[in-house]
């Protein structure tokens, strides 16, 4: 989605649902400046657009954002200051947050001083958890209300917070409410019932719930707001012995984040089910939700992290993409062997502003970026999920194709294929890449039943198609290559042809070729990003299949450190699709080690249960498969001996 389309989509998503520029900016920003980016002339925080998204039910999750060094710096200093509080490193998250406070300051604007009082609040809120200040501690308390408060008034009126106002105007669809108020409404509830909650304030709590569930149409976001506000209430139901709405309740909450495949406070949850079930004397659910908390539990005792940094109100698994723009153009530029004076002409008066750009000493103004970016034979996106489009609803399709192929649903995927075929421009590069790369994997599935030289000819003809698309936006060569810098980072179609090269590779017998390759793309991750999470949709999938590869010709040591980082990572994050996969890989090398009895079961017996939970029924059916063989096996030899 282009750069003046995403504001333009949020003005069609907006006259779609009937709502006035009034409803949806009151609180955020003002009239004037919504009307300016919905006619794509606004700049704005990546805050207040995703904001205004979420507002409309939406999220900007499947937007890829290319910033200028600045607001990267930025939004790294956000995520370090969060990740430091999340972690228990209060000194550190202080520090950086003065750091922060002093190289943005917020003055009158509205998202950022919400921000500040959020910071400042959950701080306040974590140095009580910490005893920081051991009888004084309830001050922190005080402080930390106070901070949320002030964060809510930024966008909200406080004052119908508790009388009903706000709960009323949620049921009537008069309020749009985005992810961060809610989060702040939350946080400062869960302070409160520090001191115990009153029942306007759980009142207040179940209509946000049913205004998550009724308005927010993003599953993801959905999943993980609902866990949160489910948390506060189930504390509340187990406390005044309403068992039984507290177990409908988090049975609906549950499935939701394992069809996502979120673990963001879901830990708790199933700690309340337990309670409420044994309250219940339903002995068989409370069994069965044990072993779910033993098994994530069994997961966080081996991370260097404990289970609680996933569960904080203030912690949502955000799955963005930043790409630096002065590194794209440097990075282009260079491949194509283009000098500075060549691309500059007619845009800049000399060679000095691009090379600051370039070197991310300057911004770089949207016409310029544009003139740019054509002149590179680029699109010149700034948010674009994995097409070039204006239509929200076709990334939402996209989003479906994907979950569909990753749980093996390929009835549904062709089907979709076919709409998503029909509402794209195919003469957009972008486009073609996508589309035609999943046609490609969807044919050569449909070949597997032929004589073996059909279905050699039909992946060595699928692997020229993939590298053909690949080719019409990058470049194999763009893949670092003997140390060189300023290699260009893949875009999310572009990172899925790749992805599908090396497969395809691997299946044609190639596999050496497949791991230089994969290794090479790692390498680029780790030359051209600071911040390597920021990418954790593109690098994650690649890392995954280089495990497997790298198992597969025994450099096993590599594969089982590289397995054993992505379960961290993933864990860490909250998101824990294709977890099993690492901890097949694990049993994998166990088996080629003969440590199957030492620690190979378990990590098939991981694999299986994370696959169960995640809902991938092709892949639990394979390894369930295999762990009852294996326990027939073992079965057998202790009848033997």
Known sequence: MKLENAGKQIGILRKKMKVSRNKLCKGLCSEAELRLIEKGEGKTDVILLAALFERLGKSAERLTYILTTEEYQKICMRDEIEEALRF???????????????????????????????????????????????????????????????????????????????????RAGERFLAMFEIENIMLYLHVLMQHGMKEEQVRLLENI?????????????????LAKAGMLLGEQYLAKGDYSTCVNLHERILELNRQNKLIVCVLPLLEQMITAYKKLENAEKAQLYTIYKENFEAVFRELPFSADCINKLYHTCRLRQYFLEGRLIAAE??????????????????VENLSRVENGKANCDRIKFYSLMERLEMDKTRYDGNLVTDEYQVLELDQSIERHLAEGEYEEVGHELYQLEKSVDMSEKCNRQLVLGLKNREELRKKKNGTQEEIRKAKEEALERAKELLELTYHLENVEAEGQRYRRLPFRNEMYLFNQICLLLRATGRTAEAIEM??????????????????????????????????SVDRLSE???????????????????????????KFDIAEKRGERMKCGLEWLRRACFWSEWCGYEKDHGKLLRAWNEIKKQEDNQEMLH
């Open 209 to 225: 719930f049913h205004y998550l569930e009724e308005k927010v149409q993003d599953e993801g976001l959905r999943a993980q707001f």
């Open 333 to 350: 530029r260079r491949w194509r062997e283009m000098t500075q004076e060549e691309l500059v002409d007619g845009i800049y008066e000399n």
């Open 88 to 170: 228990g490193q209060l000194a550190d998250a202080r520090q950086l947050f003065g750091v922060y406070q002093e190289k943005n300051p917020a003055g009158k604007d509205r998202i950022l001083g919400m921000y500040e009082e959020r910071i400042g609040g959950i701080l306040a809120l974590e140095e009580f958890r910490g005893g920081v200040y051991g009888r004084d501690g309830f001050g922190k308390l005080d402080e930390a209300a106070a901070h949320f408060q002030a964060a809510i008034a930024r966008t909200l009126d406080i004052k119908n917070l508790f009388d009903g106002k706000l709960g009323r105007q949620l």
């Open 518 to 551: 994969s290794e090479r793309m790692m390498r680029t991750y780790d030359m051209a990003v600071e911040k390597k999470k920021y990418h954790f949709r593109n690098v994650y999938l690649c890392a995954t299949n280089l495990s497997r590869y790298l198992e």
């Open 559 to 585: 594969a089982e450190g590289l397995a054993d980082e992505l379960i961290g990572q993933k864990f860490m994050l909250g998101k824990i699709s294709l977890i099993h996969s690492g901890y097949a890989t």
